[in-house]
């Protein structure tokens, strides 16, 4: 089955502790991108990534950084994280072509910092 | 990318047809107009997309406008399960990657 997968689906955790949350996709995918999601703010991307060791930032990169060593996998990580990166993440993936127009979600990731 | 324009809330019956319409009356000759939902906080799901001619696949129908400032939605039997928050989005040509999401249109299928 298709699929973008996240973990952890929830996690609660301490200002200044760094976490990794883990995005893995089966599609071969070239394009893999991170949005969070806040109420009344919609919507807003990280950070994304045309393919292997190629990433870029989006709108609201500060305090993440991500990786890309393989193209199924595009890890999203809080060096110290705060409590205004308290949110729910997701992680979405598609081909890089002019005739791709999905995009695939993962479930999304409950992020808590105390 | 031009703005878009969606009603907050929607209510409809269920098993009729859901009607969602979206403004876009800056829209340029390449951008394309994508719809998404979200249901309840899991990840948004892609339903269809169009740059001019009216579109249909098996979840929904895209009607375009002429002028292409407006488009509709089209779910024709809404069921409980496509109680959602559409999003209509409209971006620049296929393959544009940074999807910006604004409020969309909380749809509400009543039994």
């Known amino acids: 089955e298709a699929q973008v997968t996240q973990n952890p689906r929830y996690l609660i955790t301490v200002t200044g502790k760094k976490l990794t949350v883990t995005c893995s996709q089966n599609?071969?995918?070239?394009?893999m991108s991170w949005y969070r999601q806040d109420p009344g703010l919609g919507l807003r991307q990280i950070y994304y990534?045309?393919?292997?060791?190629?990433?870029d930032k989006g709108d609201v990169p500060e305090g993440y950084k991500v990786s890309r060593k393989e193209k199924r996998n595009f890890p999203l990580i809080l060096e110290s994280p705060s409590p205004n990166q308290t949110s729910l993440y997701f992680c979405?993936?598609?081909?890089?072509?002019?005739?791709?127009?999905?995009?695939?979600f993962g479930p999304g990731t409950r992020l808590t910092v105390t | 990318d031009a703005k878009t324009t969606q009603p907050t809330s929607m209510d409809c019956a269920e098993g009729r047809a859901a009607n969602l319409p979206c403004n876009h009356s800056?829209?340029?000759?390449?951008?394309?107009v994508y719809w998404y939902r979200q249901i309840h906080s899991q990840g948004p799901q892609y339903i269809i997309h169009?740059?001019?001619n009216n579109e249909t696949n098996e979840m929904a129908s895209l009607i375009i406008t002429e002028d292409r400032k407006s488009s509709t939605l089209i779910l024709p039997h809404a069921t409980l399960r496509d109680t959602a928050v559409y999003y209509c989005?409209?971006?620049?040509?296929?393959?544009?990657?940074?999807?910006?999401f604004g409020k969309g249109t909380k749809l509400s299928v009543i039994p």
């Open positions: 979405a993936s598609s081909f890089a072509e002019d005739t791709s127009y999905e995009q695939y």
């Open positions: 599609m071969n995918h070239e394009y």
């Open positions: 990534s045309m393919n292997v060791e190629v990433t």
């Open positions: 800056t829209i340029s000759g390449n951008e394309y």
């Open positions: 169009g740059l001019k």
């Open positions: 989005i409209v971006q620049a040509g296929a393959g544009s990657y940074q999807l910006t």
